[in-house]
């Protein structure tokens, strides 16, 4: 249906832009496009922002965290590099929208969260999607999950304030981090790639803004 501004704004069209604007901003492997394009992230919005789920920009969710930009969610998973094979860990589940991503790119997907509420809500929604290759865990995430690594992929959606020296000791050889590492509002997001012989070569991939990566599990809900 026409707006009053003369755009077509139905469900379809409002996906084709993002996908559109992620393509022209270097998001261009398509297997990562198509698993943004088939995941509804109306479902991870919260009501009032509903109308914006596919607007590329990040929105609040409760307990005061945020469901990451698409763009961001793009350029991440992208960076992954991911193997049908791969078994992820997710740092920082949150509303479960980059797990959604993850799920159809990867064989196991990881992923911890510091609260409860949002892991709750989360799985809810993984439920409802029939996701069934991602395992939840509550949790500090911040230590990894030392009973399931190694892992091929492990992805960190808060900032860490510095090198994640114990989630890097849980990444097979060869295998890739990605995370962004800072101290302030901005961030920098980088990715590490193992050369196989305990060493990492690390790429800078951008500046970014992520809640930051806290230590234990919150007390509140
Ligand atoms: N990937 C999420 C973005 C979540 S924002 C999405 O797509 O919606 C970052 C999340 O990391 C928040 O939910 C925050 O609670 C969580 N977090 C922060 N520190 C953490 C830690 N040490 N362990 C696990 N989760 C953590």
Redesign the pocket.
Known sequence: MADPHGEDDSPETRTARLILALRSQGVTDPGVLNAIERTPREL?TPDLFKERAWEDSALP?A?G????QPFI?GLMTQALTLEPRARVL??????????AVLSPLARLVYT????RT?MREAESRFKILGLTNVITRF????EGWPEQAPFDRILV??AAPEEPKALLAQLKPGGVLVAPIGKGPVQSLRRYAGDGKGGFKVELLGDVR???????V?REL
């Open positions: 991870f969710i307990c965290q945020t469901i990451s969610v997710e740092i920082g589940t949150g509303s479960g929208y980059q797990t911890v969260e510091r609260y949002l949790g500090d995430g911040g959606t808060a992520f809640v930051p990566l806290l230590d234990g919150a």
